[in-house]
């Protein structure tokens, strides 16, 4: 099962982010972030994406640019993108 962080999850596109995991059964939503924190899904919601202490996968990001930086920090050091 693929774990999914999704930043920007309250916003339009993050709410058809979830509704399409939602259809699947090889994926699933561990954890999100929104400035606008209210909880409107069944995974946990942090305004300050430091908060999140779980592990994922994949992070699927629809929100600020400047919410990179702390995104950044959710990929753990020892993986390698090229």
Do not use: T, W
């Not at 090889?26 to 305004?47: L, M, R, T, W």
Request: proline content about 4%.
């Amino acid at each position: 099962m693929v774990k999914i962080f999704l930043s920007g999850c309250n916003g339009r596109m993050g709410q058809v982010i979830i509704s399409c995991v939602a259809a699947r059964d090889d994926c699933e939503i561990v954890g999100g972030a929104d400035i606008f924190n209210e909880q409107k899904n069944e995974f946990p919601v942090y305004s300050d994406i430091k908060e999140f202490d779980g592990e994922c996968d994949v992070i699927i990001d629809f929100s600020n640019p400047a919410a990179l930086g702390g995104l950044l920090d959710l990929l753990p050091s020892h993986h390698h993108f090229g």
